[in-house]
Every structure is written in C-alpha cells, then in structure tokens.
C-alpha cells in the first residue's frame, strides 16, 4: 500500500525559510513516473508547487511564484521527497501536500490530476 507521510509544515515570519519533507513507502520506483508538491489555501483550488519526473531523468517543474525561492529534491534511495523553501511569503500559508504518479501518467507535472496518490497534508504558515 503506497503511503506519502508528509512533515515539516510550522508557523515562521516573512522571509524564513522551511524544508518540508515526505516519505514514501509501498511501491517501487520503477513504477512511479513523477512526484510533486502541492498547496491549497482555504477557499482556493489544490495548485501545483514543484515537480519531479523522476521518469524523466529527474527533470523539476515549479509554479512560476515560487521559482528561485523553492527547490525540489530527492534522496538518493529516492524514498524522500523533499521541498526547501526560502524567503517565504504570506501568501505561501497552505496546507501542503506531497503526491506521487504511480503505475500511470497523463497531463503535466503540476497539474493534481495527474497524480493518484497523497499524502494528508502538512499545514505552513507565514506571518507578516
């Protein structure tokens, strides 16, 4: 049974900085073609944060607010997924979620639909 246990979501002022992890357990990777951080504030749709398609010779996608500011990455078991995150923003606070694409592919590598299996979530909060 795939399991994605996400951690690391805290409460930090503007401008900090958070490494938010997610372990990964069930499958094997050869059957898993991408893996992606996701956000979702209240009142706001699940939007896609950071990708990698590990298919793909690991190439990484990041939504265009968050580009230069996080960085995906893996270990090298590729058990763990990780999202460090620098110069937060208040509008980073979301519950943050961790979602892999295992046996199947289709859409693009931000896109929630293109995912199968999550994580429950980890809450981050950035105050002004």
């Known amino acids: 049974q795939v399991q994605l246990v996400e951690s690391g979501g805290v409460s930090v002022q503007a401008g900090g900085s958070l490494r938010l992890s997610c372990a990964a357990s069930g499958y094997t990777t050869g059957n898993r073609y991408s893996m992606g951080w996701f956000r979702q504030a209240p009142g706001k749709e699940r939007e896609g944060v950071a990708a990698?398609?590990?298919?793909?010779?690991?190439?990484?996608y990041y939504r265009d607010s968050v580009k230069g500011r996080f960085t995906i990455s893996q270990d090298n078991a590729k058990t763990t997924l990780y999202l460090q995150m620098n110069s937060l923003k208040p509008e980073d606070s979301a519950m943050y979620y961790c979602a892999a694409a295992i046996s199947q592919w289709w859409g693009s590598p931000l896109s929630p639909s293109a995912y199968n299996r999550w994580g429950q979530g980890t809450q981050v909060t950035v105050s002004s």
């Open positions: 990698i398609y590990t298919r793909g010779g690991g190439s990484t």
